[in-house]
């Protein structure tokens, strides 16, 4: 009877806190969609059509699903990274150029190990070594930024950047060099494609859909229990909210910043590696422009929790996709999309407006993203 | 009944306000008036409905019901613009003033004169000049906020409401960051300032501060007025029962205890501040187990530094650090902690807790990572919640459950959730740095008496504080810190109040 009790009261409390947690994405999101809307009637559309089409596209078919859950794909494990970054008191700007060194060293190990070897791999060896590969340089690459925030206290925000550049041009030139496809009719700086050992299994045959976007879903799950369960997740939530205190209680505040950036790399690296193995089969300059900032983005509609990642993932991915149809259909530009985007970031991040329109009383504390330089 | 000649006319009047908050009434049918000219003390422990009242008096919230009557008229505020309007000014417990700018820039900061475009910086440095003559504040308008000590900024802060014409000035708890001399400057201050007609609310929980320096208390407890007396008519004992609604024990009850083996051992250790400045000078000193170790001293005399060189928060520069024979000379906080330290932090909410953890989080953050609170790099949800239900029943923590975040609790109950979770694990050291400041008179007497008991079980205990009379009421042996350095080490039987405050002012003394 007691226990009974209890555990309703568990289960309300957590539903009441996902409940505040979800309300100003939500209502975000809807006032976005309103004014989305009323700019769409100024420039002479036709609001309902626009939104039909953009659910038609998104979600009319079951094409229309397989290309959302394609979209989502990519934009889950970045928004992980940025979010888990987040947690640890971190700001990931560069899950972008963290993503394309995954994808190039996926790539790489995809379609010249085997010719090195010189003997074809069995797929459930080659795969997951590609995904591996992808995923740990992401994480060392990321790493280097832990570092010099740990021990020199170098901005992670400077930093990041600054590597993204050196990734993404790093990048542009091994795919126009050394990586560059030989085939005599390519003229785009893209790799070969890699070895069919090397490429995941369609789910459903003729659907693009694969089975990235499942191990997606686990690995939120997974980050999920990290950092809510486990002994580590507590130390890099703790150094999130922190520092000050989780040095008093015992923890190595510079390993766990380390750690927190070789994982976030990890899960950007992870974005990469995916889409080579799971749906281009090579990597292509310019095929990621925009994940590893739309990852910000995400995390941050997603306020830093997996769930919310993936809802937001979600959403970002049905607009993405239905973007094509409602043009189709209004002749309304796919930049419409952009603009609903900005918008509903804007709402979330400056969320006194929400507060003020729907008159909620701000409650607890305000999520702290990132602190100061001096931080 | 000692009322002055004239009878005062009343300046501020509020008249059965009631304030309801989610879940709390956090003023019920209050009660309150301010004379012209007076200090007006408000007494209370944390919780009991001081800030809510003055916030409504402020114009930061708006009265359920009842008024507030400001100069004979019922005043409708709705910002603090209004009660500024209205010659209300309040020195708010955390200052409100940009460090960068100077004293002038400080103060016009809202209020900004202004000459062709361009700050006149001059005219207000000349009333800043002439309002801190007037009311002997000695303040340089152009001195730039950052440099000055705590207690200038303080009063930085007082010219800000004078320069907005204040009749009426709030001071919410003025004397929790100033050392006893800073403070004793600040009442020589409010005196001037009533002598020129200006009334003070003095909101505070120090029951001798308000003896020493109240014209007339006002006693809350749990949004309710008690009482108003004048402290001619009564004493600390019965304003702490008035306080607390129960008898309190204002001594704290100590028998004689033998001192065992040494357990803390300081050698010659030094340490630099953030400045890198040395501020603590080769201090050697011992503490045995079943022994308290008082360190005192003004503030700011290197005993911040000393505290987290000896816990790992620090790198001491030079000398050495033993705890019950293991050497931890700038050993990181956790081998401290497994060697036998429990410590409570000088900063609560910096160091000792994660406000937006839960009580149960907070009440194993230095032990998260071992069993039963972890399995194998699991946390053990059961074994934390059960810790929890323990220790906040063992150690009084007034709380609705164990899932609020340390955040929404009072300061003292803070302290309850640090002292239950360093005091309830098998330590041989206790550090505690200024266990005390800024709680209320049950949760001091409740620290007090749990210092004790880790004393009586044989815990060394090094206790550090500004306190004089927490140090004399717990020590077994006192040492006082000038300068970074131990001037002095004596038992407190054989000293007195006024040696050790010689002493603290940095008297040239032989250590005995």
């Known amino acids: 009877m007691q226990s009974e009790k209890q555990s309703n009261s568990l289960i309300k409390r957590i539903l009441q806190s996902i409940s505040e947690a979800a309300l100003i994405p939500f209502l975000a999101i809807l006032t976005a969609v309103v004014i989305g809307g009323i700019i769409i009637l100024l420039v002479g559309g036709d609001p309902i059509r626009a939104y039909t089409g953009l659910i038609q596209g998104s979600m009319g078919s079951r094409k229309a699903w397989s290309e959302t859950a394609v979209w989502a794909t990519p934009y889950i494990f970045a928004g992980l990274a940025v979010a888990l970054a987040f947690k640890g008191g ?110 995941m299994p369609e789910i459903f045959e003729g659907l693009r859909v694969h089975w990235g976007f499942v191990l997606a879903l686990f690995v939120a799950l997974f980050i999920w229990w990290l950092l809510n369960k486990t002994t580590l997740g507590f130390e890099i939530r703790t150094v999130g909210l922190n520092p000050d205190a989780a040095k008093y209680a015992g923890i190595n505040v510079k390993r766990t910043i380390v750690i927190t950036m070789l994982f976030s790399g990890m899960l950007a690296g992870l974005a990469g590696s995916i889409e080579v193995t799971g749906l281009n089969y090579r990597h292509e300059l310019g095929f990621s422009i925009g994940y590893g900032l739309d990852a910000i983005a995400i995390a941050l509609l997603g306020k830093s929790h997996p769930l919310g990642v993936v809802l937001a993932s979600f959403l970002f991915a049905a607009m993405r996709n239905g973007a094509t149809r409602m043009q189709f259909l209004t002749q309304l530009p796919v930049d419409l999309i952009s603009m609903l985007q900005a918008l509903i970031l804007l709402f979330v991040a400056a969320d006194a407006i929400i507060r003020y329109i729907y008159r909620i009383k701000a409650k607890g504390e305000r999520v702290v993203l990132t602190r100061g330089w001096g931080g | 009944m000692t009322e002055k000649t004239t009878t005062p006319k009343v300046i501020l009047e509020v008249k059965g306000v009631s304030k309801q908050f989610p879940g709390v009434l956090a003023s019920d049918n209050v009660n309150f008036d301010l004379r012209e000219g007076e200090i007006h003390a408000l007494l209370g422990e944390n919780g009991a409905g001081k800030s809510t009242l003055m916030n409504l008096i402020y114009g930061l919230h708006r009265p359920d019901k009842g008024d507030i009557i400001v100069n004979e008229k019922i005043a409708s505020i709705h910002s603090p613009n209004d009660s500024i309007a209205l010659g209300i000014g309040m020195v708010h417990q955390h200052f409100m003033l940009i460090p960068v700018f100077t004293v002038a820039e400080n103060v016009m900061l809202g209020d900004e004169t202004v000459k062709r475009g361009s700050l006149d910086r001059a005219a207000v440095a000349a009333r800043i000049n002439e309002i801190s003559k007037q009311y002997g504040l000695d303040i340089d308008p152009n001195a730039i906020v950052g440099d000055l000590p705590v207690g200038l900024q303080q009063r930085v802060e007082i010219v800000k409401t004078l320069y907005r014409h204040a009749k009426i000035v709030i001071l919410d708890e003025p004397t929790a960051v100033l050392t006893p001399q800073e403070a004793e400057d600040l009442f020589r201050i409010m005196h001037d300032l009533t002598a020129r007609g200006v009334s003070i609310i003095f909101i505070t929980h120090k029951l001798k501060e308000v003896l020493a320096v109240a014209d007339r208390i006002t006693v809350m407890r749990a949004g309710r007025v008690i009482n108003t007396v004048n402290p001619a008519e009564t004493d600390s004992a019965q304003l702490a029962n008035m306080m607390v609604g129960r008898q309190v024990i204002l001594t704290v009850d100590k028998q004689d205890h033998e001192a065992t083996e040494e357990i803390l051992k300081v050698e010659g250790l030094s340490a630099r501040d953030q400045r890198d400045l040395e501020t603590v000078h080769n201090v050697s000193f011992s503490v045995r187990g079943g022994e308290v170790f008082g360190i005192a001293g003004v503030q700011g005399n290197g005993q911040t530094e000393l505290s987290e060189a000896l816990t790992g928060l620090r790198h001491p520069t030079s000398g050495k650090v033993t705890i019950a024979g293991k050497d931890l000379t700038g050993k990181p906080p956790r081998s401290i902690t497994e060697a036998g330290l429990a410590h409570i932090p000088e900063d609560r909410q910096r160091h000792g807790l994660v406000l937006s953890y839960s009580i149960t989080d907070n009440m194993a953050l230095c032990d998260y990572y071992r069993p ?19 220790l906040i029943q063992a150690f009084d923590v007034r709380t609705p459950s164990a899932f609020v975040n340390a955040g929404k609790l009072s300061g003292g109950n803070q302290q309850k959730v640090i002292v239950a979770r360093e005091l309830s694990r098998p330590v041989k050291l206790v550090i505690a740095n200024q266990p005390t400041r800024g709680l209320d008179v049950g949760s001091i007497e409740y620290i007090h008496s749990e210092i004790i008991k880790m004393r009586d079980r044989g815990v060394a205990v090094l206790l550090i504080s500004a306190e004089l009379d927490e140090i004399m009421a717990l020590s077994d042996r006192i040492a006082v810190m000038y300068r970074g350095q131990i001037v002095a080490v004596v038992e407190t039987k054989n000293t007195t109040r006024e040696q050790l405050g010689l002493w603290m002012a940095g008297a040239h003394v032989e250590t005995a």
Do not use: C
Not at chain 1, 131 to 149: D, N, P, R
Not at chain 1, 176 to 183: A, H, Q, T, Y
Not at chain 2, 372 to 390: C, M, T, Y
């Open chain 1, 90 to 199: 971190l700001f990931n700007i560069g899950a972008e150029g963290q993503l394309a060194v995954g994808a190039v060293f996926s790539a790489l190990i995809g379609y010249a190990l085997p010719e090195w070897l010189g003997f074809d791999l069995p797929v459930y060896i080659h795969l997951p070594l590609a995904i591996f590969t992808g995923m740990l340089t992401g994480g060392i690459w990321a790493s280097i930024v832990g570092f010099l925030k740990a021990y020199t206290g170098g901005h992670e925000v400077i930093n990041t950047i600054m590597m993204n550049y050196i990734a993404l041009n790093t990048t542009s030139y091994l795919l126009n060099g050394v990586m560059k496809d030989k085939s005599p009719t390519n003229v785009i700086a893209r790799t070969p494609l890699i070895a069919e050992s090397a490429r």
């Open chain 2, 372 to 390: 039963p609170f972890s399995q194998h790099g699991v946390i053990q949800p059961k074994a934390l919640d059960e810790n929890a239900r323990k």
